[in-house]
């Protein structure tokens, strides 16, 4: 490998796919090469369950073949990582949890499946918080993923593993879920890209179920660009998803050029409010200003009822958590207890010890909120006011064409500091959890820093409105070099 390729790591996805084309490399030197990174410095992260280095070898060996003789799809040799939480066939599939630490995947998630056949490498599956419950990364059985901007502090959750890998260059790109803003809560946290789409505009199907009317796949990287190359992929009707919905998918990156002259930018009177960081709101409006300098115009629009997003999500989800997960009993797959007295036995000790403190928590909340005597006070009233969260936002976008505000209400903070306080834990992502609410697409960029750690400008956009979020992004990005920042470890 020649000296100018020692650097592949750290270019993007477009960069990569540029060089592979020109012959400046081979997908299998590429693929190399962040093995070995990952090798050198996942020990200090903990962002990998498991690396697939044997079948990414093979895979890049299978798209030279296909690149020499003309072939291969748009993704053909270029590497990513899957977060654990996406059934992959033959490969450990565990939701960061004990009850899955023994499942092999029979077959392959949607998401898996389309960015194989368009030739995408993948390296490994990502550590993540167990059943994506989490704002941190902490409650995942195979232990906490740390930040490559500060080892001490959180990358955020639940798709921590695959933010972290991303801002630390050992890939350039790595799928995630959000149920509440846990793509986009550890982007912010980690100086990445993270985008959300429109919830049926990806497929769920092989994806592990949390919370269905909220979970969502969608991708972390480091430039819009390369969001819109992989959501281009990812997105599109599934028959084998009942939410999936069958609405074309645009030509994302053919969009990302166009100007954001005229663009109307509404700014939420309610995310300035004492609970953000004064050093986080600073960077907040110069982001908005770099918007403005590019012709956007901003408005200011209210959400009434967005104070009410932490407690609705915090009914709905668990509701739906405790039925999903029912189905790990000990019985048909997953952790099973040792010499059960009898079936109840059983039940109870697998689901006891395959499971983690927060998933209890948040089963044992569902489970309440949806018994007898408590369904219309909790579940059915946190529905009604869900419906008043979402009307706010399709008034808003009468107005305007994008919300923009912060992601997080402050940096990454260290881990432990919050792991015991669930409450101050889930107000992490008061910002981000309306857009699961609603249904729509949301997106976090890097914007600035504040004493060293990353800080993530939150854009909302109307359903189906991808097109735009991404060439907002893209636009403040070719004026602005905070995505191209790395940790200084890993640089």
Request: aromatic residues 8%; glycine residues 10%; hydrophobic residues 40%.
């Amino acid at each position: 490998m020649s000296d100018s390729q020692q650097d592949l790591f750290s270019q993007s996805m477009t960069e990569l796919a540029a060089g592979l084309d020109a012959g400046d490399f081979t997908s299998a030197e590429l693929t190399e090469t962040l093995l070995e990174r990952i090798g050198a410095h996942d020990d200090k992260l903990n962002a990998f369950i498991t690396v697939t280095a044997d079948e990414a070898l093979q895979s890049a060996a299978r798209a030279d073949e296909a690149r020499a003789s003309g072939r291969g799809g748009v993704l053909n040799g270029l590497p990513v990582l899957h977060k654990d939480i996406f059934c992959t066939r033959g490969v450990k599939t565990t939701c960061g949890s004990r009850m899955l630490d023994n499942f092999v995947a029979p077959y392959d998630a949607t998401v898996v499946e389309k960015l194989a056949g368009a030739g995408a490498v993948v390296l490994g599956k990502t550590n993540m918080d167990e059943f994506a419950m989490g704002s941190s990364n902490e409650t995942s059985y195979f232990g906490p993923v740390r930040n490559p901007w500060n080892l001490e502090c959180s990358p955020g959750g639940s798709s921590g593993g695959s933010a972290a890998a991303v801002a630390a260059r050992l890939a350039p790109a790595a799928t995630g879920t959000d149920t509440g803003g846990s793509i986009r809560q550890p982007a912010a946290l980690t100086g990445t890209v993270g985008i959300k789409p429109t919830y049926g505009r990806v497929s769920r199907y092989g994806m592990i179920a949390f919370a269905s009317s909220l979970d969502q796949a969608g991708v972390i990287t480091r430039t819009a660009e390369d969001a819109a190359r992989l959501l281009g992929v990812m997105a599109g009707f599934d028959e084998r998803d009942s939410t999936s919905i069958d609405e074309p998918v645009p030509d994302y990156i053919a969009g990302l050029d166009r100007p954001i002259k005229g663009l109307r930018v509404g700014i939420v009177r309610q995310h300035f409010d004492a609970g953000l960081d004064a050093d986080c709101a600073v960077s907040i409006r110069e982001a908005i200003a770099v918007l403005e300098s590019l012709g956007a115009t901003t408005v200011e629009v209210d959400l009434p009822n967005l104070d009410l997003s932490v407690p609705t999500y915090y009914v709905v989800a668990p509701a739906e958590c405790s039925s999903n997960l029912s189905r790990f009993d000990g019985v048909r797959f997953g952790h099973r207890a040792d010499e059960a007295e009898d079936l109840m036995d059983l039940y109870c000790r697998s689901r006891g010890e395959g499971f983690g403190d927060e998933v209890k928590r948040r089963i044992m909340t569902g489970t309440y909120v949806l018994s007898a005597g408590y369904y219309d006070a909790y579940y059915l009233k946190a529905q009604q006011v869900r419906h008043l969260i979402a009307d706010d936002f399709r008034s808003a976008f009468a107005d305007v064409d994008v919300i923009a505000g912060p992601t997080s209400p402050t940096p990454a903070f260290r881990l432990g500091d919050k792991i015991d306080d669930p409450i101050t834990m889930y107000l992490n992502d008061i910002y981000t959890i309306g857009a699961n609410l609603a249904g729509l697409p949301g997106m976090s960029i890097p914007c600035g820093f504040v004493n060293g750690l990353p800080v993530g400008l939150h854009l909302v956009a109307a359903h189906f409105a991808e097109e735009t979020l991404l060439r907002c992004s893209h636009q403040f990005q070719q004026h602005t070099d905070w995505h191209k920042a790395c940790p200084k470890d890993f640089a």
